[in-house]
């Protein structure tokens, strides 16, 4: 009887360890499907806001103005500081030269968007060039690529 008992114990003792050890690995199964990382970045996707065209052409015309400081226009690009020497070699650039932009089709992606610009200088305008942005610190920017794009242009490229 003591061997059916301890039998019993060793076979319920067995049960519960797989039982919770199923449950664990249940639980980390929902985590890879949808938990921390995805819902964190639902949450990032739900807080950025759609981006108007003015909004990112304000952006554009800012990066733009050779009277702004590089500093200034460097907040206005994500990771932006590393681009300091480009934005000031830019400024240089645009010291007597004026550059608009017409913001057009806009298609976002979470906290990143993608717009057709037009762009319009003293040589005439460039239609449907691709500038891409992206949602950070509460705010629409230009992503590295969207800046590099306009420091192309201005003959200040990015290695």
């Given at each position: 009887?003591?061997?059916?008992?301890?039998?019993?114990?060793?076979?319920?003792?067995?049960?519960?360890t797989v039982?919770a050890?199923?449950?664990?690995?249940?639980?980390?199964?929902?985590?890879?499907?949808?938990?921390?990382?995805?819902?964190?970045?639902?949450?990032a996707?739900a807080?950025?806001?759609?981006?108007?065209?003015?909004a990112?052409?304000?952006?554009?015309t800012?990066?733009?103005?050779?009277?702004?400081?590089?500093?200034?226009?460097?907040?206005?690009?994500?990771?932006?500081?590393?681009?300091?020497?480009?934005?000031?070699?830019?400024?240089?650039?645009?010291?007597h030269?004026?550059?608009?932009?017409?913001?057009?089709?806009i298609?976002?992606?979470?906290?990143?968007?993608?717009?057709?610009?037009?762009?319009?200088?003293?040589?005439?305008?460039?239609?449907?060039?691709?500038?891409?942005?992206?949602?950070?610190?509460?705010?629409?920017?230009?992503s590295?690529?969207g800046?590099c794009?306009?420091?192309?242009?201005?003959?200040?490229?990015?290695?």
């Amino acid at each position: 009887m003591r061997n059916v008992t301890r039998t019993l114990r060793v076979s319920v003792a067995i049960a519960a360890t797989v039982a919770a050890a199923t449950v664990t690995l249940t639980g980390c199964g929902s985590d890879d499907k949808g938990s921390s990382s995805s819902n964190t970045t639902v949450s990032a996707t739900a807080a950025a806001p759609a981006p108007t065209a003015e909004a990112l052409q304000g952006v554009l015309t800012a990066f733009a103005d050779p009277a702004k400081p590089a500093a200034d226009k460097a907040k206005l690009v994500v990771d932006g500081d590393k681009r300091l020497g480009n934005i000031d070699t830019m400024n240089q650039g645009l010291s007597h030269y004026q550059v608009g932009f017409t913001v057009g089709e806009i298609k976002q992606d979470g906290t990143k968007a993608d717009a057709k610009v037009s762009v319009t200088s003293p040589h005439g305008t460039m239609p449907d060039v691709p500038m891409a942005f992206q949602y950070s610190d509460g705010a629409w920017k230009l992503s590295d690529a969207g800046a590099c794009t306009i420091l192309g242009m201005a003959r200040a490229a990015c290695q």
